[in-house]
């Protein structure tokens, strides 16, 4: 079963705008992991947050945390063609397991 | 330095027969985690193996099985598949929190 659920579910914005994917999830975490996916093929690692954390930057990317309202938004800066993917957040539960649970992901479309 | 790398990249099977999938771990990872996807889903957590052991499983039948070798790659087999069984099959390896996939194994069951 997923814990995290993405929204929207699919997003077209144009080339230099801002994208937000937003996540909430169901229990406790030890950090949250964002990944992006290109065509179905493997995942790409984006950012880790962990729960103590409430915000992360990388790149022209921006991470929040808020654990008391279990959720979390991926911020994507000045959007490009090549940012079309799908994006899921992912949860690793704060039992000391390393089993992620996957949302369902957001579809992004970055138009020219 | 290769990252994970999986094989074969696509499979055809038919209803009834098994399946085996590859996986060789990053440089240095010593702990594979396996996920299915199904078409328009995440992934899903199926096991994970550390020192060649079965660390932890999620909710997936006894069909699905797996291995970890002294050089930490892995294996996962599916016995009696079903056509629902079809799905992209993810490995990742580890060493910390981070999780690091391979490209997959496409399975399609006929």
């Known amino acids: 079963s997923q814990q995290g659920e993405e929204d929207p579910q699919a997003l077209s914005i144009q080339e230099g705008e801002n994208a937000t994917m937003n996540c909430s999830y169901k229990t406790s975490i030890n950090n949250l992991q964002w990944y992006r996916q290109n065509s179905g093929r493997g995942l790409v690692h984006l950012i880790l947050?962990?729960?103590?954390?409430r915000e992360k930057h990388s790149g022209r990317l921006r991470v929040t945390l808020d654990t008391s309202k279990k959720s979390s938004s991926l911020l994507i800066t000045a959007s490009r063609a090549a940012d079309t993917a799908s994006y899921f957040c992912?949860?690793?539960?704060?039992?000391?397991?390393?089993?992620?649970?996957f949302g369902s992901g957001t579809r992004l479309q970055v138009q020219p | 330095d290769a990252g994970v790398t999986q094989s074969p990249t696509h499979l055809i099977k038919t209803r009834g027969q098994q399946v085996t999938l590859r996986c060789s771990p990053k440089s240095g990872h010593d702990t594979v985690s396996w996920y299915q996807q199904a078409l328009g889903q995440g992934p899903q957590f199926i096991f994970q193996y550390y020192e060649e052991e079965e660390r932890q499983r999620g909710n997936f039948p006894d069909r699905f099985s797996g291995h970890q070798f002294p050089n930490y790659s892995s294996e996962l087999n599916v016995n009696a598949l079903l056509l629902g069984d079809s799905a992209l099959y993810l490995c990742?390896?580890?060493?910390?929190?981070?999780?690091?996939f391979g490209p997959g194994t496409r399975l399609l069951v006929l």
């Open positions: 990742a390896s580890s060493t910390g929190l981070t999780q690091y």
């Open positions: 992912a949860t690793d539960p704060d039992t000391g397991r390393r089993a992620l649970t």
């Open positions: 947050i962990r729960s103590n954390e």
